[in-house]
């Protein structure tokens, strides 16, 4: 809920103005970034302010004034597409045909590339302090370390199961995808270290306790996509990725 759109997120930003996504793209990142409803104008604004080659519209597909290049369709590896229904009867905000125009599917958390689309994984690779912003390595917590797991996310059980597979033993506190945290919200017993995702640590850094962390994770995609992606880049912009 910004104060006027289209609006700029910067790093410093409250995520009640920014979103929690926007401000963790920018926080990680430091890409210029611009939200708007309205996907056409966000670009306009974008493109009024910064010289830029590339821009990335992320859940962009049923903008359909929004001019596009190239469209990638990301896919759990593991639910795949539901019912195969759209919204409100199932989980899809396009039809399943429309993935016969798309010029890539990527399925997260998928082992190896499919004949349809190409892998990728989430990898941990640290656990961040909210309060001071102290990285440590995932040997932090030794194994079998208990500790209360926070995840606002479409899927918090995938998180949940991050956190095993690093030999944890997770208490699991599930919210909705976006949700509003308090103190009073995340005060659980019995006392211990608390982990959450990224994506919930903008919204809490606030008030967050000493022992408060999130797991970073990274995006680690196939290579075959790499080299895919690559090449549709060198197509699209040659003069300007050309050493």
């Excluded at 996907?39 to 821009?55: F, T």
């Excluded at 976006?178 to 640590?201: C, G, I, Q, R």
Aim: aromatic share 8%.
């Amino acid at each position: 809920k910004p104060p006027q759109l289209p609006w700029r997120v910067e790093a410093d930003q409250s995520a009640d103005f920014a979103g929690d996504e926007p401000l963790l793209i920018v926080q990680r990142t430091g890409v210029p970034l611009m939200i708007d409803p309205n996907r056409s104008n966000a670009v306009k604004a974008l493109l009024a302010s910064e010289p830029l080659d590339l821009i990335l519209s992320d859940d962009g597909m049923q903008h359909y004034r929004l001019a596009r290049d190239l469209e990638l369709v990301l896919i759990d590896a593991t639910r795949g597409l539901g019912n195969r229904r759209c919204l409100p009867a199932g989980p899809l905000r396009e039809p399943v045909e429309r993935l016969q125009s798309v010029d890539a599917v990527l399925y997260n958390g998928a082992a190896a590339d499919r004949e349809d689309g190409f892998a990728f994984q989430l990898q941990p690779t640290a656990l961040v302090n909210l309060r001071s912003g102290e990285r440590r390595p995932l040997d932090h917590f030794p194994g079998g370390q208990a500790l209360h797991a926070v995840a606002g996310i479409g899927n918090p059980q995938r998180f949940f199961k991050t956190l095993e597979t690093l030999h944890w033993q997770p208490v699991p506190h599930a919210f909705a995808d976006h949700a509003e945290y308090s103190v009073e919200a995340l005060n659980f017993t019995p006392s211990l270290p608390l982990v959450m995702t990224e994506k919930d640590a903008v919204k809490c850094r606030a008030f967050a306790a000493a022992d408060w962390w999130y797991l970073a994770v990274d995006a680690v995609p196939s290579p075959a996509f790499v080299a895919w992606f690559d090449t549709q880049l060198m197509r699209l912009l040659p003069d300007r990725l050309l050493p």
